[in-house]
């Protein structure tokens, strides 16, 4: 079983940064990892995701040249740092696992992720 906890979020102006940390117990450095954001009325999106090995990224067009996924085995975590935020980032961000090991790529649908952490507030004020 995998267990997923997200810290990091806040309240930060536009044009700032801030980094998002997945902690995770259980078998989770076989498996790939994503980062989806869920505003205040809409569904959840993909932002970010990391294949198994961390040798594949893939992001969403809103976030790219932005944000930066990747994780640290050795600490069983995962990462997204967030530069030059803007207002319309703001939302709840999910760290979430496949349920696969060793897949090489990145899927971008939240059916795809078995493991979800709880979330955290994300706020870009303008």
């Known amino acids: 079983q995998v267990h997923l906890v997200e810290s990091g979020g806040g309240l930060v102006q536009a044009g700032g940064s801030l980094r998002l940390s997945c902690a995770a117990s259980?078998?989770?450095?076989?498996?790939?990892m994503a980062w989806f954001r869920q505003a205040p009325g809409k569904e959840r999106e993909f932002a970010a995701g990391?294949?198994?090995?961390?040798?594949?990224?893939f992001y969403a067009d809103s976030v790219k040249g932005r944000f930066t996924i990747y994780r640290d085995s050795a600490k069983n975590t995962g990462y997204l740092e967030m530069n030059y935020l803007k207002p319309e980032d703001t939302a709840v961000y999910y760290c979430?696992?496949?349920?696969?090991?060793?897949?090489?790529?990145?899927?971008?649908?939240?059916?795809?992720?078995?493991?979800w952490g709880q979330g955290t507030q994300v706020t870009v004020s303008s």
């Open positions: 259980g078998p989770i450095n076989t498996r790939p």
């Open positions: 979430a696992a496949e349920g696969r090991s060793y897949y090489r790529g990145v899927q971008t649908s939240p059916v795809d992720y078995n493991y």
């Open positions: 990391i294949n198994w090995n961390g040798t594949s990224t």
